[in-house]
């Protein structure tokens, strides 16, 4: 019954057979213009199953043109203060586009950040950025790490001008927005283009939703203690995206050293809550949390299983705070990692669309 009314939920499976094999939609188009160089449209696919509202403002429509531009800028490091580092330095596709093993990612001048860097997917569904949700945009993302004095330590004064400068964007932009003049708004909205087209829907479980794959019985059970009480995991890793894009205290800290959410409404009780991160492809991108205080996906489930501390701002959806977690036996904890793992997409992190 349950994997029934999962079936109905996450849409038509006739749709998805074309998904599951190398989605043409997927690849980037060829760099092309049509007669009166106006940009060609880029129609995203929607996977079965995922929600219709995109993340994609009316002043930045996806064209072929714009979103090769950004590739080539998300990939460049002309972007930062030493020509060193690019967005992919601490995005790195092979790992769920994540700065792999690294709890806090290294800066051009060798500065430390205070957060994990988060995994870039399916960006075009979420409506906040950054573990706290400061950006309401990918735009207003990319703004952030280019500036930042820990991160790409540039001005965008000085960004614009290399960009500018340089022999080969000012043609590019002009395929793009149809001006050779390069300005920070349009690098923002070339690299946002891009990300927007980072969509991840052909792991195993998707495929055994719709009947053309299989899980082990151990993935079945992990399966159910995801989607019960036992493990108490579905309320916020929630939907076809496994997350509900909300923000919640987890009950990591009795004491939380990191506000979170309350840095950007100043308000009290959202001390200690971070954005619910998706578990898709969870598997590639460690380490976990919004510090990246978990190495592996062992030590996260320990923690949700014996580990929770109370805290005066902790979710509601955290009921067994006051036990210590859901108390799993080892066993149960295998079959939830090995259900986990049935959430990854090799060919998303492969897929020469989204490839330097």
């Not at 207003?140 to 330590?153: F, Y």
């Not at 399966?223 to 108490?232: L, P, S, V």
Request: glycine share 6%.
């Amino acid at each position: 019954m349950k994997k029934l009314v999962i079936l109905f939920f996450f849409g038509c499976g006739v749709l998805f057979l074309q998904h599951c094999k190398k989605d043409p939609s997927l690849d980037m188009p060829i760099l092309t213009s049509d007669s009166t160089n106006n940009p060609i449209p880029y129609v995203i696919t929607i996977p079965p199953g995922f929600p219709t509202v995109l993340n994609t403002p009316a002043d930045n429509p996806l064209t072929v043109e714009g979103i090769a531009l950004g590739k080539k800028l998300f990939y460049d490091p002309i972007l930062s203060g030493d020509n060193t580092m690019s967005c992919a330095s601490c995005h790195a596709q092979a790992f769920n586009f994540s700065d792999h093993n690294k709890q806090f990612s290294k800066g051009i001048t060798g500065a430390i950040g205070t957060r994990n860097a988060p995994a870039l997917i399916n960006l075009i569904w979420e409506p906040y950025f950054f573990w706290d949700g400061r950006a309401a945009t990918i735009e207003e993302q990319v703004l952030s790490p280019v500036a930042n004095p820990i991160e790409m330590h540039l001005s965008w004064t000085t960004a614009v001008a290399k960009v500018q400068s340089n022999a080969e964007y000012p043609d590019l932009f002009n395929k793009a927005f149809q001006t050779t003049t390069v300005t920070q708004d349009l690098i923002t909205k070339a690299i946002a283009q891009f990300e927007r087209t980072f969509i991840s829907a052909n792991s195993r479980f998707d495929r055994w939703v719709l009947n053309i794959d299989t899980l082990s019985a151990s993935e079945k059970r992990g399966y159910d203690i995801f989607y019960t009480e036992k493990g108490d995991c579905f309320h916020c890793h929630t939907t076809k995206l496994f997350t509900d894009n909300l923000f919640h205290n987890n009950a990591l800290d009795a004491f939380p050293n990191d506000s979170g959410r309350a840095k950007v409404t100043r308000n009290s009780n959202d001390v200690g809550k971070f954005k619910t991160p998706t578990l898709r492809n969870i598997a590639y991108s460690a380490p976990y949390m919004h510090d990246g205080r978990f190495a592996t996906l062992e030590e996260v489930i320990d923690f949700y299983s014996s580990g929770l501390q109370f805290s005066a701002t902790v979710d509601p959806f955290m009921k067994k705070v006051n036990s210590g977690g859901v108390q799993l036996d080892a066993q149960s904890k295998q079959d939830l990692i090995n259900f986990l793992k049935t959430l990854g997409d090799p060919e998303y992190i492969s897929n020469t669309a989204y490839s330097p």
